[in-house]
C-alpha cells in the first residue's frame, strides 16, 4: 500500500483554475498508477485522469478532457492535477489513487486513497 495525501481545493468561480497535489509516501510510487477520481453530492464516484507508471500514458473522462491535465514527478512522489475553466458541474470531492500494474477507470480496483480535498465551482 502507498500512503496519499491531497492538497489544493477550494472554492473558485466558474472559469478559474485549481491545482490538485497528492503526495505519497511507503512505497516506491514510481512503480504505481496514479489516478485522480471524483465524487459529487448524490452521484457515483468517478475517474478523472490517470496517469501510467511505465510510459506515462494519461486518461481522461471526456467531461474534462482539455481542461484538466494530470502529471507525475516520481522524484517527488507527487501527482497534480491542473484543472482549467473550471465548471460548476466539477463540484465535488476529488480524491487521488494509487493502483498496480495497469490503469483502470473502475474505481473499485484501485487499490490505495486518499482522504479527499474539497472543489467547490461557483456560477
Known amino acids: 500500500q502507498v500512503q496519499l495525501v491531497e492538497s489544493g481545493g477550494g472554492l473558485v468561480q466558474a472559469g478559474g483554475s485549481l491545482r490538485l497535489s497528492c503526495a505519497a509516501s511507503?512505497?516506491?510510487?514510481?512503480?504505481?498508477?496514479m489516478g485522480w477520481f471524483r465524487q459529487a453530492p448524490g452521484k457515483e464516484c468517478e475517474i478523472v485522469a490517470a496517469?501510467?507508471?511505465?510510459?506515462?500514458?494519461?486518461y481522461y473522462a471526456d467531461s474534462v478532457k482539455g481542461r484538466f491535465t494530470i502529471s507525475r514527478d516520481n522524484a517527488k512522489n507527487t501527482v497534480h492535477l491542473q484543472m482549467n475553466s473550471l465548471k460548476p458541474e466539477d463540484t465535488a470531492v476529488y480524491y487521488c489513487a494509487a493502483r498496480a500494474g495497469t490503469t483502470a477507470t473502475n474505481s473499485h480496483l484501485w487499490s490505495s486513497w486518499g482522504q479527499g480535498t474539497q472543489v467547490t465551482v461557483s456560477s
Open positions: 496517469i501510467s507508471w511505465t510510459h506515462g500514458t494519461t
Open positions: 511507503g512505497r516506491t510510487f514510481s512503480n504505481y498508477n
